[in-house]
């Protein structure tokens, strides 16, 4: 078992930025790729970002490649989504998940484990 905590949402105005991290706790999660996906409202849930279990390899959906950046610190088993320039766009809750495969996988039913999300609310 894995269990995932995700932090650092709130309300930002467009144009600015949030970091949020990704806690995971239980069996190894050093050895695991991690992806942040998020859901808006009446929308389905979609892929954000992935990062392999290293932080060698990354992995962008187009919509935020160039604003967002993914990264990991394994010593503190803690996963980070930095988002810059934000847009309206970008409200949604964001949840992180881990899973076996690549950072190219990005069928959500690969990942077994899921937070309960953090809410991004990015105001004009």
């Known amino acids: 078992q894995v269990q995932l905590v995700e932090s650092g949402g709130g309300l930002v105005q467009a144009g600015g930025s949030l970091r949020l991290s990704c806690v995971g706790s239980?069996?190894?999660?050093?050895?695991?790729?991690v992806a942040w996906f998020r859901q808006a409202p009446g929308k389905e849930r979609e892929f954000v970002a992935a990062i392999s279990w290293s932080g060698y390899s990354t992995h962008y959906a187009d919509s935020v490649k160039g604003r967002f950046t993914t990264s990991r610190d394994n010593a503190k088993s803690t996963v980070y989504l930095q988002m810059n320039s934000l847009k309206l766009e970008d409200t949604a809750v964001y949840h992180c998940a881990v899973g076996p495969g690549g950072v190219r996988d990005t069928d959500q039913g690969d990942f077994a484990y899921w937070g309960q999300g953090t809410q991004v609310t990015v105001s004009p």
């Open positions: 239980g069996r190894t999660f050093s050895n695991d790729r």
